[in-house]
């Protein structure tokens, strides 16, 4: 198809994150034609997670090991003021943190072998009634497909252009990333509940002995003076650091966080969303990526049975409303913590923390065998 200004496949998939590399390879390999365009000219760029991977993703997909970085066991909760953290330990591995770019880069590869084809610098206009309008360097190209996915985040065009649900409830978070200095300390994940630096969220440093993550984020319009300078503020006191001098190389990471839970309408007749852009983010932990997977192979499924079985309303199944009721738990604990909304307020629910039932809590959330909730 190189040099042709149309082409003609059986799904067209816009992104080239995890979301959307995973569902593309997953129908490639079941034999279906895939034509997979990102806008992005490379995927070791933009990096927009902070990139934790949870136990359960870990035991059930296959990630390259060599881009994971050292298993994390131990969490460290703080309150505003940092005084009386709540120290959680689990005796087994339960974080690791990826190396984005490799990782995407891995990806994109098996998705090669498995039959993709991928365009790199290609981006994703809108619809027409025959297709879908895209563009990269040699001009615009038309594609006809019977199905597109839209895995192009959290502020989806693909959505847009379909009629579907898109975010309204959004986070944004940025982060600092550079090179560890071990200090014969055990990896930890530091967490701090502080309204004045993460207003609805969580600040926090990460240090796995190979790197440093210090982030924060929060709802836009409540940091006071911006996210970039609640973000300095907060690298100057965190925790975790102490003695660590910031070296002058750092890779900066930005980006929004949807915390509104799975959308009600994420497909049509016409195709379906994926990862950021079905909302298929916990509302809680704002954790993204075991979602992201587990989704998108629900959706290479539906789709390869619509595909074969040639039904109208084949992706039916593929239900929103489904999915979204079984976040109601978590979408109350959301609306809790942006209730937060000073750090005396903050410090009081903090203290329940600090109980029996609260810690209990506290390791169901952040250690439990829960994952994303598929039919």
């Not at 035991?59 to 940092?82: C, K, N, Q, T, W």
């Not at 600092?176 to 502080?194: L, Y």
């Not at 006191?237 to 001098?245: C, N």
């Not at 497909?267 to 809680?284: E, R």
């Amino acid at each position: 198809m190189a040099g042709e200004r149309t082409a003609s496949v059986d799904i067209l998939v816009i992104g080239a994150g995890l979301a959307g590399l995973h569902c593309a390879t997953q129908l490639a390999r079941a034999g279906h034609h895939v034509l997979l365009a990102e806008r992005r000219p490379t995927l070791t760029g933009t990096v927009r997670t902070t990139g934790i991977f949870v136990r359960r993703t870990l035991e059930d997909f296959v990630l390259p090991e060599e881009h994971l970085g050292p298993a994390i066991r131990r969490m460290v909760l703080y309150p505003p003021g940092l005084a009386g953290p709540v120290e959680l330990a689990s005796d087994r591995d339960e974080y690791r943190v990826g190396d984005m770019g490799p990782l995407y880069t891995a990806a994109a590869d098996d998705a090669v072998r498995g039959g993709v084809d991928s365009r790199l610098a290609t981006r994703f206009i809108g619809r027409w009634d025959g297709g879908y309008h895209l563009e990269d360097a040699a001009g615009p190209l038309e594609v006809r497909a019977r199905f597109v996915v839209g895995a192009d985040g959290a502020r989806s065009r693909v959505a847009r252009e379909l009629g579907l649900s898109r975010n309204r409830h959004l986070l944004v978070g940025a982060e600092e990333v550079f090179v560890d200095r071990p200090d014969g300390s055990n990896p930890a994940f530091h967490c701090v509940i502080d309204p004045s630096v993460a207003p609805g969220y969580l600040a926090w440093v990460l240090r796995d002995g190979e790197h440093v993550h210090v982030g924060t984020a929060g709802h836009a319009h409540r940091f006071p003076r911006g996210l970039y300078s609640a973000l300095r503020s907060f690298r100057e006191r965190a925790p975790g650091l102490q003695g660590f001098v910031r070296p002058e190389q750092v890779e900066k990471r930005a980006g929004p966080i949807p915390v509104g839970g799975v959308l009600p309408r994420i497909a049509s007749p016409a195709g379906l969303l994926v990862g950021d852009a079905a909302g298929a983010v916990s509302p809680l932990t704002a954790g993204g990526l075991d979602p992201c997977l587990r989704l998108s192979g629900h959706a290479a499924e539906v789709l390869d049975a619509a595909l074969r079985e040639g039904r109208p309303g084949g992706l039916a199944a593929y239900d929103g409303q489904v999915l979204r009721a079984r976040f109601r738990r978590r979408l109350l604990m959301r609306k809790g913590l942006d209730g937060l909304r000073t750090p005396a307020l903050a410090s009081t629910a903090f203290t329940a923390l600090r109980t029996p039932p609260g810690r209990a809590l506290a390791r169901r959330i952040l250690f439990g065998d829960g994952s994303f909730p598929l039919p």
